[in-house]
């Protein structure tokens, strides 16, 4: 794993792109919604290799790992929780063979919709899911890792703790976040993301927000209060419900590179998409900042 001194050395060069929504992609390759997504890569590992491909041939420099949801918890609902460390070190090792020359990033996300409250005996429980994954994330030789999508400051306590009990050094924070600057608990998200800094954190940022409603300006906001790297990674826009029930995303490639364009103008300096993107997305993001 990167130390966190060798990955700011890497930031200082200039913006760096990360990749962009993975699990919309592997849907268009069909696979079938609620399904365990993890169980699915693992049994179509030639869906994940392509995509993954495409994103480092489009710009990207750092691939998540398909190992979102890939904590004990909800690995049980297909009853794969015993082989937690195993999947995680499996699906590092695909997105490796996907795209041997960039950086793999172990992902982590909230547990909040598989846990009832925040108390403590709960938390003990969320460090030890997190410690679980994190450790096979290590095993697979993730260069880092990466908690996104985080909704509450006790998921990041808790991925930090876990981080720090299996010597993981360089982790990524980021949070889904309010028009406002807030995270969905109401509290501000710069002030949260600035403590994490000071707790070790090697960037933190957003992702899941609508780039067309509020990606320049949360930037500006949040830099206010963060230091350092910070990540801007959000959606293709506000998603429509088509008569045919199916979800799309209403902006353009172009559309959204100029937007995160003014971001990394704004001091965002790890750039990638959420929810709605595609390697073209990527692609258009590299060549507007010159990446």
């Known amino acids: 794993m990167l130390t966190r001194d060798a990955f700011a050395n890497i930031i200082e060069k200039g913006p760096l792109i990360l990749d962009g929504a993975t699990g919309s ?21 030639e869906a994940i290799i392509e995509l993954q491909s495409r ?12 190992t979102f949801q890939a904590q004990p918890i909800p690995l049980s609902n297909a009853k794969l929780d015993k082989q937690t460390e195993a999947i995680n070190a499996m699906l590092v090792s695909l997105s490796r063979k996907a795209a041997p020359d960039a950086l793999i ?12 409250s925040y108390d403590e005996a709960l938390f003990d429980t969320m460090v030890e899911n997190y410690q679980r994954q994190i450790s096979g994330l290590l095993e697979g030789g993730a260069d880092l890792l990466v908690a996104e999508t985080l909704l509450y400051p006790q998921d990041a306590e808790a991925i930090l703790t876990a981080a720090e009990l299996e010597g993981a050094e360089t982790v990524i924070y980021s949070f889904t976040m309010q028009p406002d600057g807030s995270l969905f608990s109401g509290m501000d998200a710069g002030k949260v993301l600035h403590d994490l800094e000071d707790a070790g954190a090697s960037a933190v940022g957003f992702n899941c927000v609508a780039a067309d409603m509020m990606t320049p300006g949360l930037v500006s906001k949040l830099r206010r209060q963060v230091r350092g790297p910070l990540l801007c990674k959000p959606n293709a826009g506000i998603p429509v419900i088509t008569e045919h029930n199916t979800v ?9 590179a100029s937007i995160l364009a003014d971001c990394h103008q704004m001091g965002a300096n790890l750039l990638g998409g ?13 060549e507007k900042v010159g990446a």
């Open 248 to 256: 799309e995303y209403p902006m353009s490639a172009d559309e959204f």
């Open 55 to 66: 994103y480092f041939e489009a710009g990207s420099r750092i691939i998540y790992a398909p």
């Open 274 to 286: 959420c929810c709605g993107t595609t390697p073209e997305f990527i692609r258009a993001v590299a």
């Open 105 to 116: 990033a172990g992902n982590l996300t909230t547990m909040a919709s598989f846990i009832d």
């Open 25 to 45: 992609n592997l849907m268009k390759a069909g696979m079938p919604r609620g399904c365990c997504t993890e169980e699915w890569v693992l049994n179509h590992p």
